[in-house]
Structures are given as structure tokens and as C-alpha cells.
T-cell receptor, first 118, second 114 residues
Framework: AQKVTQAQTEISVVEKEDVTLDCVYETRDTTYYLFWYKQPPSGELVFLIR??????QNEISGRYSWNFQKSTSSFNFTITASQVVDSAVYFC???????????????FGTGTLLAVQP | DTGVSQNPRHKITKRGQNVTFRCDPISEHNRLYWYRQTLGQGPEFLTYFQNEAQLEKSRLLSDRFSAERPKGSFSTLEIQRTEQGDSAMYLC????????????FGPGTRLTVT
């Protein structure tokens, strides 16, 4: 069975602090994809990143960085110098492959609510 | 085309009534997904289509739920004889199927069953 665990329910930081959101996943698939989505107060899920199971290189995009470690089944997300606009619920998700290689359903974690205080 | 759209954005209905939601995906996307999200939880998969074919349905999708995508473009999700437990945000997402692409989500339809 596939499962995503986000153990941190809520995190509160002060602006400019760095913060790491944890994600641990379970899957028996050898090929799979991992995702992070942001859900701001407006409610619409916003795609942030996709990683495949064969690419363990860390990725950096501006203030965002992701650390994928297959050995520990983790895909953690770090925001550097957090800003008030980063306040949102962040979801980690997992997907397998079928039907010619396209990702199918997403299995989401329960999300981490990040509150960045000014 | 600016993204996935869903209508209505909010729906309040009385228990026992039928409701129908519509999703218009990004125009070139041939995959369309429905998810349900309750308060404090992540979205849960309900069903998905590739073009007009419904390829998978979750066990969450009881007999009271039906989804269609008649021409491979927009999709509808109907709930018959609504129950209070159906109250949730219903999310639609679309993606390309040619390779492993991310899903883009619409703003959702919030259903309240009184």
C-alpha cells in the first residue's frame, strides 16, 4: 500500500527564519513520483515540485529547496528566509506509474500548516 | 486558457437532494481527476478519466456517486441522495498523459449538506 506521512501538523516561525517540512512515504513501486503542493488560505492547490524515484539530486528554486533521500524514504522541503506570504498548508504527495508511464492518482499526506509571523 | 475551472464554487443542499458539479480542465490535458478534501485532511482520490474513459474508481466512490466525461473535455460529478457526510471540498485536477506530468488543480466546489 502507498502512504505519505507528514508528522508535523502545525509549524509557527517568525519571518526570515528557515523552516523544514518533513515528508516520509511508503511504496512498493520501484518507479514513483513525489510532489509538493501549497494550499494558501484561498484554497487552490498550487504545484511546487515533482521528483522521480531515480533522481536523488537535491533541488533548489529560489528560497525553496528539496532533499530527497531514498534510503530513508523521505522528501523534505525547506523554505529559507521565510516570508508571511509562505503561510499556507503544504502537502506532500506520492504517485505510481501505469498506463504507459503517466502518473496516476496522487496519495496525499495530511498536510503541514505553516504560519509565518511578521 | 488560464487553468482548471469548477462550477459552482459553493453548493448548499438539503440531505436527500441530488447535486452535480462541473469541471473544465486545461484544454490540452487528456487526463482528469476528482478528489475530495475534508477539513484538516489531504485530498483523497475519487476517480479519473483518460479522454472519455473512466480508468479507476476509489472505494470511496459509493453507488450514490457517478462521474462522466462524455466528450473527453469537461466532466461532471453527481451525488445522489446526499448525506451530511458528503460535506467536503470536491477538487478537480487535470494533466497530460503522454508522460509523467504534474496535476493542476481547480479551485474546488465546497458542498455543504444540511
Amino acid at each position: 500500500a502507498q502512504k505519505v506521512t507528514q508528522a508535523q501538523t502545525e509549524i509557527s516561525v517568525v519571518e526570515k527564519e528557515d523552516v523544514t517540512l518533513d515528508c516520509v512515504y511508503e511504496t512498493r513501486d520501484t518507479t514513483y513520483y513525489l510532489f509538493w503542493y501549497k494550499q494558501p488560505p484561498s484554497g487552490e492547490l498550487v504545484f511546487l515540485i515533482r521528483r522521480n524515484s531515480f533522481d536523488e539530486q537535491n533541488e533548489i528554486s529560489g528560497r525553496y529547496s528539496w532533499n530527497f533521500q531514498k534510503s530513508t524514504s523521505s522528501f523534505n522541503f525547506t523554505i529559507t528566509a521565510s516570508q508571511v506570504v509562505d503561510s499556507a498548508v503544504y502537502f506532500c504527495a506520492l504517485s505510481g506509474l501505469n498506463y504507459g508511464g503517466a502518473t496516476n492518482k496522487l496519495i496525499f499526506g495530511t498536510g503541514t500548516l505553516l504560519a509565518v509571523q511578521p | 486558457d488560464t487553468g482548471v475551472s469548477q462550477n459552482p464554487r459553493h453548493k448548499i443542499t438539503k440531505r436527500g437532494q441530488n447535486v452535480t458539479f462541473r469541471c473544465d480542465p486545461i484544454s490540452e490535458h487528456n487526463r482528469l481527476y476528482w478528489y475530495r478534501q475534508t477539513l484538516g485532511q489531504g485530498p483523497e482520490f475519487l476517480t479519473y478519466f483518460q479522454n472519455e474513459a473512466q480508468l479507476e474508481k476509489s472505494r470511496l466512490l459509493s453507488d450514490r456517486f457517478s462521474a462522466e466525461r462524455p466528450k473527453g473535455s469537461f466532466s461532471t460529478l453527481e451525488i445522489q441522495r446526499t448525506e451530511q457526510g458528503d460535506s467536503a471540498m470536491y477538487l478537480c485536477a487535470s494533466s497530460l498523459a503522454a508522460t509523467a506530468y504534474e496535476q493542476y488543480f481547480g479551485p474546488g466546489t465546497r458542498l455543504t449538506v444540511t
